[in-house]
């Protein structure tokens, strides 16, 4: 039997044909997908990862897309110091070969300045209170001393030589300064007038005149509103003779008619004091 009659008659034939017509497409479409995925990841071609750091992504979208790249921002960080908006870390690093069509991983400043509120440091020493303000991201310039019965206690907190009250919401980075006591509180001094004013200008005048603020008390408790508040009530009483470093204690209401009321205790309490003293 001739080897064409076999192949074409016989059930032999018949399989050994089909299996080499198998074989041949097998092998056309292992060679296609090898041409497909050199050309789909760029075989051979890679090209090298500008230095970003610095740049805001607009600018990095533009340099990058020369080279066939895209930027994909992954995270935001707040830097100080950093220009806000910038990039201040990619992956891969700059120098880094990659092949082109792949993303650049981009780690910014953050847009906007993350705004922290400042915790209660009254009555608490210098150095805790500086471990405090550090570990949320704020820093200590300097130390002021006022007068105080109690030496290298946090009496108030200033911001830009303004006091700030506890809870103040400040941008993150910002630059305190501490004023605390310097343990010598006999010396005499005018208690100031703070009726009328709201409790961050109160604190503040207090602060100017060497005194601290005490216990704030309010006749309607306030729900996030407390500036609507002012002083109709302060003990001790405006011109009255205290300790410098002593502290004053506050009432505050929305009510300004309560300005015009009296209180005898507050009275008797001045002239019991002036005595003493």
């Given at each position: 039997?001739?080897?064409?009659?076999?192949w074409?008659?016989?059930?032999?034939?018949?399989?050994?044909?089909?299996?080499?017509?198998?074989?041949?497409?097998?092998?056309?479409?292992?060679w296609?997908?090898?041409?497909?995925?050199?050309?789909?990841?760029?075989?051979?071609?890679?090209?090298?990862?500008?230095?970003?750091r610095?740049?805001?992504?607009?600018?990095?979208?533009?340099?990058?897309?020369k080279?066939g790249?895209?930027?994909q921002?992954i995270?935001?960080?707040?830097?100080?110091?950093?220009?806000?908006?910038?990039?201040?870390d990619?992956?891969?690093?700059?120098?880094?070969t990659?092949?082109?069509?792949?993303?650049?991983?981009?780690?910014?400043?953050?847009?906007?300045?993350?705004?922290?509120?400042?915790?209660?440091?009254s009555?608490?020493?210098y150095?805790?209170a500086?471990?405090?303000?550090?570990?949320?991201?704020?820093?200590?310039?300097?130390v002021?001393y006022a007068p105080s019965?109690?030496?290298?206690?946090v009496?108030?907190?200033?911001?830009?030589?303004?006091t700030?009250?506890?809870?103040?919401?400040?941008?993150?980075g910002?630059?305190?300064?501490?004023?605390?006591?310097?343990?010598?509180?006999?010396?005499m001094t005018?208690?100031?007038?703070?009726?009328?004013?709201?409790?961050?200008?109160a604190?503040?005048?207090?602060?100017?005149?060497?005194?601290?603020?005490?216990?704030?008390?309010?006749?309607v408790?306030?729900?996030?509103?407390?500036?609507?508040?002012?002083?109709y009530?302060?003990?001790?009483?405006?011109?009255?003779?205290?300790?410098?470093g002593?502290?004053?204690?506050?009432?505050?209401?929305?009510?300004?008619?309560?300005?015009?009321?009296?209180?005898?205790?507050?009275?008797?309490?001045t002239?019991?004091?002036?005595?003493?003293?």
């Amino acid at each position: 039997m001739d080897i064409k009659k076999l192949w074409n008659e016989t059930l032999g034939g018949f399989i050994l044909k089909n299996i080499l017509i198998a074989i041949v497409i097998i092998i056309a479409l292992a060679w296609s997908a090898l041409i497909y995925i050199d050309y789909y990841t760029h075989h051979n071609e890679s090209v090298t990862i500008p230095d970003l750091r610095g740049s805001y992504v607009e600018e990095a979208e533009i340099q990058l897309s020369k080279q066939g790249l895209f930027p994909q921002v992954i995270d935001s960080v707040y830097v100080p110091g950093r220009k806000l908006g910038t990039i201040i870390d990619q992956i891969p690093a700059p120098n880094s070969t990659v092949k082109m069509n792949r993303p650049i991983y981009l780690i910014i400043n953050s847009r906007q300045i993350r705004q922290v509120a400042l915790p209660d440091l009254s009555d608490i020493s210098y150095r805790q209170a500086d471990a405090m303000v550090q570990s949320l991201g704020f820093t200590v310039s300097s130390v002021e001393y006022a007068p105080s019965d109690y030496k290298d206690l946090v009496i108030a907190v200033k911001l830009r030589g303004r006091t700030i009250l506890a809870g103040t919401k400040i941008p993150e980075g910002s630059t305190l300064v501490l004023v605390i006591g310097n343990g010598q509180g006999n010396v005499m001094t005018q208690v100031p007038f703070l009726k009328g004013m709201n409790l961050e200008d109160a604190t503040q005048e207090a602060v100017t005149a060497s005194f601290s603020v005490g216990a704030v008390n309010y006749d309607v408790p306030p729900k996030g509103n407390e500036g609507d508040y002012i002083i109709y009530r302060q003990v001790p009483s405006a011109g009255a003779s205290a300790p410098a470093g002593s502290r004053i204690e506050l009432f505050l209401s929305k009510d300004k008619e309560r300005m015009n009321e009296t209180f005898d205790e507050d009275k008797n309490e001045t002239e019991k004091e002036e005595q003493f003293f």
